[in-house]
């Protein structure tokens, strides 16, 4: 067992009526990855021992994209909305037993840094809450405090005139003792204006029992939660603007910063030289000396140094460049491999496909992959040479320096080194030509 284990809880269960939405707040999408996501990445910071997200509204909805994002988080259930405090309770079933910090987060609030986390979760006090100076306090919680650190939480609808000015907010998230809160989150009540059962009481209740409660503070930007699509729209601002100065102090040439838009994950070695209008879904890795040129869209996939993308290209997941490849304009790629100096120029689609070394695709050539039930894979040898407008149907394999003939539909293996000629002998008709464009010259004047 870790020397200071932690056990984190993600509160994801509230319907977020405010976005205007059949989807759960949670499941919408910041810098290209559910809300969720964001909770889930901060959580994994702390190298917990459980994690465990309270869902409710769109549970199903919720667990599934949980399952993708950490497959070894648990989902609780909290079938009836009834406040923070309530939703905790739901989690102690799964926290019987464990001895340690509990770590509560909230699946729509997506920036709250490493560094905070830590200082909540190695924070000596018994119980712990993140708390911020809000330029604007508005209907924020008012965190109360005196000598004896944190003395008690009060929601604004329950505040008076002289708590309402207290510029020290509640951003919802804490840190406490996990015996502690089996002890007290059973004795909350709800006797407040909103009837519910606040999280924050237990504040009160652990100062009663003599226990120590205190403040970790953070920049307010660090406690955004998301309420609206305005916010949500707000929040992206932001993270974009933060990624793209990221990526220029790390050394990255962003051609034109405002409109290279970056995922949760985006990894982008020095050197690297990104074009405009660049996007960048989840799941992508740079290397250092790459160029992705403009226009480009680029999910689940790996481009290696000194290879260029684009322009108007698309690498979706699978994809993986090594080092010198060249995709040019046109091009998508999936769940394929091009080895090194691989160069496919223009308007083509390379699906379930290995490339071997240096080989040259020709302008227009198509893996035909998929049967209509199944996916079938494409081999290309090292150094072959695809004829423009090839149709490799697979599953099909061409040879080391083999080649294709333009316009060729192969449909069986190439042996290396050898010439595949595909296609109908050609076949002119003279003077047919203009003796068709004339009958029907002579159709439309009749018309």
Not at 240 to 259: C, F, I, W
Not at 277 to 305: D, K, Q, R, W, Y
Not at 369 to 390: C, E, L, P, Q, W
Request: proline share 4%; hydrophobic share 45%.
């Amino acid at each position: 067992m870790a020397e200071n284990p932690v056990a984190v809880v993600i509160l994801a269960a509230g319907q977020g009526s405010r976005m205007q939405s059949d989807l759960p707040k949670v499941l919408h999408r910041l810098a290209g990855v559910p809300l969720i996501a964001h909770a889930l990445a901060a959580a994994r910071s702390l190298e917990p021992e459980q994690v465990i997200v309270v869902a409710g509204h769109g549970a199903d909805q919720v667990g599934h994209a949980v399952a993708d994002l950490e497959p070894e988080a648990r989902i609780v259930l909290q079938s009836q909305q009834l406040g923070t405090g309530h939703a905790v309770r739901q989690t102690l079933p799964e926290l019987e037993g464990f001895e340690g910090k509990v770590v509560v987060l909230y699946g729509d609030t997506p920036f709250i840094g490493q560094d905070t986390l830590a200082a909540l979760a190695s924070h000596t006090a018994d119980i712990v809450v993140l708390g911020f100076e809000a330029e604007d306090p508005g209907r924020y919680g008012r965190l109360v405090t005196g000598a004896r650190g944190l003395e008690r939480i009060v929601e604004y609808k329950d505040a008076d005139a002289a708590t309402r000015r207290i510029a020290l907010c509640n951003s919802g998230v804490m840190a406490l003792d996990a015996a502690l809160l089996r002890q007290l989150i059973v004795r909350l009540g709800n006797d407040n204006a909103a009837g519910e059962y606040y999280l924050t009481d237990l504040v009160e209740l652990a100062r009663a029992e003599g226990r120590r409660a205190d403040v970790v503070t953070c920049d307010e930007e660090e406690t955004l939660g998301i309420n609206t699509r305005a916010e949500l729209a707000a929040a992206e601002a932001a993270f974009q603007a933060r990624a793209r100065r990221a990526a220029l102090e790390d050394g990255v040439t962003l051609s034109d910063p405002g409109t290279v838009w970056f995922a949760l994950d985006t990894v982008v070695g020095r050197d690297a030289i990104i074009g405009q209008n660049v996007v960048f879904g989840p799941g992508v890795t740079i290397e250092s000396g790459a160029e992705i040129l403009p226009f480009c869209h680029l999910t689940g996939c790996h481009v290696s140094e000194g290879a260029t993308v684009g322009p108007f290209a698309r690498l979706r997941p699978g994809a993986e460049l090594g080092a010198d490849a060249h995709v040019g304009n046109f091009v998508e790629i999936k769940n394929s491999v091009l080895d090194e100096g691989v160069k496919v120029g223009h308007l083509t689609y390379l699906g379930d496909a290995t490339i071997g070394e240096h080989a040259n695709i020709g302008a227009g050539t198509v893996t035909c992959n998929y049967d209509g039930v199944m996916k079938h894979r494409t081999r290309i040898g090292a150094r072959a040479f695809i004829g423009s407008d090839t149709m490799l149907v697979a599953p099909v394999s061409v040879g080391d320096a083999a080649m294709t003939g333009s316009g060729s539909v192969i449909t069986q293996d190439v042996p290396d080194g050898a010439l595949a000629l595909a296609r109908a002998r050609q076949v002119n008709k003279p003077g047919l030509a203009i003796r068709l464009m004339d009958a029907l010259r002579a159709k439309k004047e009749k018309r």
